[in-house]
């Protein structure tokens, strides 16, 4: 539509038909035949930055390719100091302990001559005549206490009838209640044969200790 007719109230553009501008414009026309909008340059400091990254880059790449670097880092490793550890605290001297003072060396104790002393005579015990210690035996008091199932119990019973002058008295304390109490105070452990030779008292059968106790018993009766 040609921008120099004159418009026409009412009048309609015959392209798009719609109503034209108080102009006598076609605003989608004038929209078309507009010169197209150029883009705006590209900022400077948006430019400045891309450079600074891609130097950074770079700089970076080459760092890490280079022969030389790794050596470098690891020298530069090696070079920190390290830890000085102290040396541990020495232990300290054990105690001295005190030495008891020397005593003075004694002085020589001078012997004193000791009196002649007379020689003790021990006279040996005369043989006992065999009849009157048998006679003598008789009048010591032994009594046992056992048992008829008891081993030693029958043993002790033959040494003694085989004994020269020798009387005795056994009880049987699984009969007699009153003979195991008496043995008991004798013996509280309880074990037999039980042997009381005056007051003597033998747990078990010892034949030599049994009959020299029973021949000191008789000599106080001779």
């Keep these: 539509m040609s921008m120099e007719s004159e418009r026409t109230p ?10 034209l501008s108080p102009s ?14 150029q883009p705006e340059p590209e900022s400077s400091w948006g430019r400045a930055l891309v450079g600074v990254a891609m130097v950074v880059v770079m700089a970076i790449l080459a760092l890490v390719t280079w022969p030389g670097a790794d050596a470098e880092i690891a020298s530069t490793i090696a070079r920190e100091p390290e830890p000085v550890i102290p040396p541990a605290a020495a232990p300290p001297p054990p105690a001295r302990t005190a030495m008891p003072p020397r005593s003075a060396p004694r002085e020589p104790v001078e012997s004193v001559p000791r009196a002649p002393t007379t020689p003790r005579v021990i006279q040996a015990t005369p043989p006992l005549d065999r009849h009157a210690l048998a006679a003598a035996r008789r009048r010591v008091s032994i009594v046992m206490y056992s048992t008829s199932w008891c081993g030693a119990c029958r043993q002790a019973r033959a040494f003694l009838d085989q004994l020269e002058g020798v009387s005795y008295v056994d009880h049987d304390i699984d009969r007699d209640a009153r003979a195991r109490e008496r043995m008991r ?16 008292v033998f747990v078990g059968l010892s034949p030599s200790a ?7 018993a008789a000599r106080r009766h001779m």
């Design 210 to 216: 049994l009959e020299r106790a029973i021949d000191d």
């Design 24 to 37: 006598g414009d076609c605003i989608v026309c004038r929209r078309s035949l507009a010169p197209a909008a």
């Design 185 to 200: 105070a004798l013996n509280p452990r309880g074990s037999i044969p039980t042997i009381d030779v005056e007051g003597r």
């Design 10 to 19: 009412g009048a309609r553009c015959p392209t798009h038909d719609i109503a």
